[in-house]
């Protein structure tokens, strides 16, 4: 039935124009957006993934940086015990040559001061954005470092800082407060580290650095720094030897683990650039348009917009053929 009053044809087109349009208006977003999910009305599942994965990924990229300061800050310390080891063995050096006849001990002694002014040197210059972990000047110890290593996100949701602990117990050399808590400051006793040593047992202790506080050993009066002068007998050399050879195994010992940690953070480091990089894909595999297929879909819909707005016109002058029915 032909109608004046409804025209069903046009209604139908203008309908599958509508369809088009709206169609031909989401792949033109997700063209200029590059998104497939944009927002929650598009996916609310898949949005919701995206937008807690990029916000741990943001977490992970701060873990990164973190990284980096504490890689930064072990890199510092781990720089300053190596040339302290240096400055250790010139002062080993300096003590057997001082064992020979002959030889001028207040020149070596004159050199050996030098050398502990470099120690103290080291230690204190050995700050990376006012963290130190060989130097300490305040009343407490330094205690357990930690550098955020890891962001976690647990199968129920919930969430964790992980960090690697250093205890700087291992690592200071001198602490002006408490002696007995650095290296270089401490006293050790010559000696279990002499070979064939008389009974009765007799403690012997030397420090090599006093920085104020004087290192308390039982009794008091068994504690020498190490220095030499011409009364300086052989058995002290010795026994200066020894507990400087001690401390530069410590201090070895310190820098093996500190060259450990160093290798266990950049490995971390690669780690978090890794998995922040799978993280950034299973996110646009989720979200990301296939351009490639949004182009072709583009083309197709204008297309099927032309040929809507054809059908639409010949759906419209249709009802003008009624007209010549009535003419003449």
Partial sequence: MTSIMTNAAAMAALQTLR????????????????????????????????????SDNAALSTVSDALGLGAATVDTAYTALDNVVEVMSSIKAKLVAASEPGVDKNKINEEMKQLKNQLVSSAQSASFSGENWLYNSGVNPLGVKQVVSSFVRGADGSVQVTTLDFDTADSILIDIQDSSRGFLTKAIDAYPLVENQPLPVTRRDYFLLDMGDAPVAVPPDTVNEIAIDTSTTKEQLDDMIAVVDNIIQQLTDSAATLGAITSRIEMQDNFVSNLMDVISKGVGRLVDANMNEESTRLKALQTQQQLGIQSLSIANTSAEKLLTLFQN
């Fill in 19 to 54: 369809q088009i349009d709206t169609n031909l208006e989401m792949t033109q977003r997700r063209v200029s957006s590059g998104y497939r999910v944009e927002t929650a009305s598009d996916n609310a599942g898949y949005w919701s993934i995206a937008t807690t994965m990029r």
